[in-house]
DNA sequence: TCACTGAACGCGATATATCGCGAAGGAGAA
DNA sequence: TTCTCCTTCGCGATATATCGCGTTCAGTGA
């Protein structure tokens, strides 16, 4: 799996973030997430052992307390990042892009989505209901059954829609990599396990 | 959410884990994870808590070791074990009948998507291609992005398939829980910004 | 100059522990 | 008996830390 922060980019990050403000680890991991709009989630076995780091190399303090322990930036790691402003604009403007790029591709698909939801209710209008203004009423006592099972079509069929959309965008511009499909797979498989478990009674 | 033990369930079921042999904590959450076949995987934060109560009442004792802590059964904890024999035999035939059932689902499914896979694909050949036979040259060269393209459609077919029948069996059965539909649109929400997150160069 | 190699790095898996919410259960009052 | 309050319980979220795999990078020796 290609890496989300390329060598040595994370340690320049995180150097960033606490130059802001000190922060404790979980919220670096909160606030990553948060700068990727939640398309990444950097792991703890990504950030402590890079503080570790850090702190070996007096570029930030740890201050351990109960349950929190607060790092802070010394002014040997302002001095670096001052050092390597230049390496910092640049992952900055990437990581922006990349959440430009998928802001893009979500609305993209929610847009296309849309339509064929309207296209699926007006189709679904012409066959069922001549007339949609008195309401139908069922004899059969089915509760809303019914009305989630059309519901969970309904974000089934918006989500076949969208990824498709995803990914024939995506292959327009650069070939597909050989992980996608086994990865939607599983992906998919665990989706269905855990609605399935879920229902269990 | 609804929990997956009952009241006290599980801390008579880790007693009966601890009483087959001493393990540590991630490896009670694993054993648990494997007899639900992984549709049910227990957070640190149900089992170490109850660990640790287990272990104020005397039942365990706890062996911490350098990075691992290790869980032994007492002989009170194997009178408790003995004394509530019958509890744990409903627990456990709750765990199998629970486990059978979702494999049961989870074959029909598989057997339903087997069939409108292979109607799908007749389907595609009647349309595509009058001669199979001799493999279709392709003049412009865009390499496999056709073919994970097919595959990603064939998988999220296959998907939808799948869960609109497994929601349709649990529908007859029981009212659907009003939470599936959310629940469903926010895994899938996940699961389309994680493939996204994949693609991105 | 370039191939080799060991150190550094990103990251998921492993490992432990607490907090707080909502539901379930039990004890005691009305 | 039933209602009420307090405790216990299951569990996701919060919090920290190490291990090992695969990759990258920088130094070095041919």
Redesign the pocket.
Known sequence: ?T?????????LYLLSLLAERPR????L??ALSERFGGTYS?????I??????LEEEGLVTKT?GE???VYEITDAGRAELAARADDLRDIESEVTDSVRRLADEVRTGVTEAMKSLRADLASAARHAAPDMSKPHQDTRPHGDSNRSLREADMVLNEFRQQLRADLRTQAYRAQLPDATVPELRRQLDEVRASILASLRP
Chains 1, 2 share one sequence.
């Open positions: 799996m890496p989300t922060f390329a060598h040595g980019s994370l340690r404790h680890g979980y919220e991991i909160q950097p792991s703890a076995g990504t402590y052992p890079r503080l570790a780091k351990a349950r929190k322990t």
